[in-house]
T-cell receptor, first 112, second 110 residues
């Protein structure tokens, strides 16, 4: 079983719809992160959480929100999806950053 | 602010040739640097960390603080090395989160 699981793997949604991407982990890590990957732009941080009560914005948080429901679960929501949010979204976890991240398999989101 | 620059979007080499993937960083403090690899249709995986000074799959990287670089090297490329490679930086002042470069696609040709 994967340590970090993202659902769904693929999703097509319409402009203006609300959508939630989910991430769960069995690593027991406190720190969780959401990144988006775009060709030529690499990975950019959307939100991160160092524990259940600690949520922080990343460099591109506009249009997104998150919820840390438990240590193991960190969800990303697009309140009103727009086409330029079409991307590959990755969830990651870490114990401390110096040991590196464990990534999920990604969610490919297409907004039409 | 912390920034990571990978100047090459694509690097093509022949099998058996040496590989060097460039990474430069900007950070005022003492950085922690990483290389991640993403094989086709797979998740990103940690390749190596500069603090551990390890060699993974024949790859090494040395932190050069004078040149603010952390280039990834391998003496002899293998076909299975074809992948996307990301350099990443963590700075203590950045809240212990990673900043990634834009990535370099390595293509090893036969």
């Amino acid at each position: 079983d994967a340590d970090v699981t993202q659902t769904p793997r693929n999703r097509i949604t319409k402009t203006g719809k609300r959508i939630m991407l989910e991430c769960s982990q069995t690593k027991g890590h406190d720190r969780m992160y959401w990144y988006r990957q775009d060709p030529g732009l690499g990975l950019r941080l959307i939100y991160y959480s160092f524990d259940v009560k600690d949520i922080n914005k990343g460099e591109i948080s506009d249009g997104y929100s998150v919820s840390r429901q438990a240590q193991a679960k960190f969800s990303l929501s697009l309140e009103s999806a727009i086409p330029n949010q079409t991307a590959l979204y990755f969830c990651a976890t870490s114990a401390t950053v110096n040991y590196g991240y464990t990534f999920g398999s990604g969610t490919r989101l297409t907004v039409v | 602010a912390q920034r990571v620059t990978q100047p090459e979007k694509l690097l093509s080499v022949f099998k058996g040739a040496p590989v060097e993937l460039k990474c430069n960083y900007s950070y005022s403090g003492s950085p922690e640097l990483f290389w991640y690899v993403q094989y086709s249709r797979q998740r990103l995986q940690l390749l190596l960390r500069h603090i551990s000074r390890e060699s993974i799959k024949g790859f090494t990287a040395d932190l050069n603080k004078g040149e603010t670089s952390f280039h990834l090297k391998k003496p002899f490329a293998q076909e299975e090395d074809s992948a996307m490679y990301y350099c990443a930086l963590s700075g203590m002042g950045g809240g212990n989160k990673l900043t990634f470069g834009t990535g370099t696609q390595l293509k090893v040709e036969l």
